[in-house]
């Protein structure tokens, strides 16, 4: 089946150069896990992440460091900001390995998404919303994010001569609203996005999820798409949906001491991660994720950030 693949418009525009784990870390192992209680509230401080990228020069440079039992893995990569334009930066990323070899580099842009607060009507009815806004050669999205629950209610992703518009047509929303995973809290909330996409010959979906469980750190979410008559365009899909948590933290790594947001989660598979990001540069100053039979560290080891 032809499924459409959703852009969020904040995982396109975020973290390409941010230190997270290697790529090829869903092939290792995947030993039983523990479930580990989250705080009720977390804290939701402010960074700007795309603050690194809006000079001209700035660079940064992590340490990746993977140990699986007695074998260790070290390699690094290099951010620096080549241009930075009117709606975009262009960032040049360098891998370079254990001796700082150079292995491969690669150019990218990185846009400056722009937010503001604005009331928005689609058929499931008004919001409060954030708008946000950004683009890329060939590429314009916009997104319209409800400040209540934290849902997308409406996106509109420009690729060329083709449009994709999703939109927030029927919400369930019980439960009190106090961070942007309360929907997920509460068995029963549901909600249905409906999306258009296609240049003159148009394709329309539905995608409808519902919260069926709820534990002290994740909801569990059932899925399924259908087309206008009401027919089923894929099997229902149970997926886990875990609660982050965010808080102040001071960090040290190679590159100095910084004073970060840390963000602990659990990645698609259940385990846990956790990023720390510098509240004055917006860099991501360390990373972890780790198994029983493995953990993967990213740390900064030099940073000229203005």
């Known amino acids: 089946m032809g499924k459409l693949v959703i852009v969020s418009v904040l995982a396109l525009f975020l973290g390409a150069c941010a230190s997270s784990v290697k790529e090829n870390a869903s092939e290792k192992p995947l030993p039983e896990r523990t479930p580990e209680k989250t705080p009720e509230k977390p804290v939701e401080p402010e960074v700007d992440l795309l603050k690194p990228y809006r000079v001209k020069g700035n660079t940064w440079t992590v340490r990746w460091t993977s140990t699986a039992g007695d074998k260790t893995t070290v390699a690094y990569t290099k951010c620096e900001v080549l241009e930075v334009k009117e709606h975009w930066a262009e960032v040049k990323q360098t891998k370079l390995d254990a001796d700082k070899r150079e292995t491969v580099s690669s150019v990218f842009p990185e846009a400056f998404v722009t937010s503001v607060d604005e009331k928005i009507k689609v058929e499931a009815g008004e919001f409060d919303c954030v708008r946000q806004d950004g683009a890329l050669p060939d590429y314009s999205g916009t997104l319209w994010r409800d400040k209540k629950w934290g849902l997308a209610v409406k996106s509109i992703n420009r690729f060329g001569a083709s449009t994709m518009i999703q939109e927030l047509t029927e919400i369930k929303a019980e439960g009190e609203a106090k961070d942007k995973f309360s929907i997920y809290r509460t068995v029963g909330n549901y909600w249905i996005q409906k999306t258009t996409t296609g240049g003159k010959n148009k394709e ?98 030099e940073i000229s950030v203005k």
């Open 204 to 301: 329309v979906l539905w995608a409808r999820r519902e919260v069926v469980e709820v534990s002290a750190d994740k909801a569990v979410i059932l899925y399924y798409e259908y087309d206008d008559q009401g027919n089923k365009l894929s099997s229902e899909i149970i997926s886990d949906e875990f609660f982050a948590t965010t808080s102040i933290e001071k960090v040290t790594v190679p590159a100095g001491e910084f004073e970060c947001v840390k963000t602990a989660a659990r990645d698609g598979r259940g385990f846990p991660t956790a990023e720390w990001v510098d509240r004055k540069t917006g860099v991501t100053v360390k990373s972890e994720a780790k198994t029983d039979a493995w953990i993967d560290v990213t740390e900064l080891v």
